[in-house]
């Protein structure tokens, strides 16, 4: 089997904007779908863009760059074809080389006849769920909110503060006396916090048991390291009753090793953010 051609559909997505202490997402965006190609009629698909960026910023990098690197290559050898595509990271955005990544395994999953769940060796049949905010205007409506989400039935909360620490440790304050001791509470900073800022918010909510460790974003100044690599293990030492630690993790799963963030006890959860950079191949162990 061979890959014949690769090509990038746009589609116009409309949709409400979505307010964080961040920016906007959502309202007008160009989305894109991934074909990839085969000479046995077999075609790979994945989503290019999101709600925050679209595709016409992706869709060019891929066809010019990506493209002339698959064609000819067996699609089922998406190990050899990711440690090549990554080589192109400078010219090319990682969440076109994810793309192309989803559409490999697409195209493995329909030649096996098996979802890609049990390609990679399933582990459960289901998940928990979350409800999750939007940027909302005091922390007494937070707590309202999570008082709603808790009445209907569900049992974990993820707040997306305003990003400024101060004030997100009151709205943590405030959703713990609303919802009490028995909802799972969630912070997600959006990227907001340097490194001091990650720790404190993360010591001042741990009493009150966040589950979920607060993001940072930028570099460490101390060693100059990139996210998440020192700040993750940090964070989760600073939070020590977290649960879980979300950051962007480009590239693959070796850098994750080479800085120890699985210590015992340090992690019981790694979320890959699939969602927005799309890979597959990265974070497999």
Known sequence: MKITDVSVTMFNWKSEAWRTGTGAFGGHRLLGVVTVHTDEGVEGHAFLGSSRQGADAYAGPLIEFVKPALVGANPLDSG????????????????????????LWDIAGKVAGLPIHRLLGTCRDR????????????????????????????????????GVPRDDIKICQAVRRAVGDDMVLMLDSMWTYGYED??????????????????????????????????????????????????????????????????????????????????IRPVLF
Not at 81 to 103: C, E, F, H, P, Y
Not at 136 to 151: D, K, N, R, V
């Open 80 to 103: 050899a074809i990711w440690q090549r595509l990554w080589k192109m990271n400078r010219s090319v955005s990682t969440n076109a080389i994810g793309a192309v990544d989803v559409a």
């Open 127 to 162: 998940v928990p769920a979350y409800a999750s905010s939007g940027l909302l205007p005091t922390p007494e409506a937070y707590g309202e909110e999570a008082q709603h989400f808790q009445s209907l039935g569900w049992t974990a909360y993820k707040i997306h503060p305003r």
């Open 198 to 279: 990650a720790v404190r918010v993360g010591r001042a909510i741990e009493a009150g048991r966040a589950d979920h460790s607060p993001h940072r974003h930028g570099r460490d100044r101390a060693d100059g390291l990139p996210v998440p690599l020192r700040g993750l293990a940090d964070r989760a030492s600073a939070a020590r009753s977290a649960r879980s630690c979300a950051g962007h993790v480009g590239g693959s799963a070796e850098f994750i090793d080479e800085y120890e963030l699985f210590q015992p006890r340090l992690q019981q959860l790694l979320q890959p953010m699939l969602a927005l950079l799309l890979h």
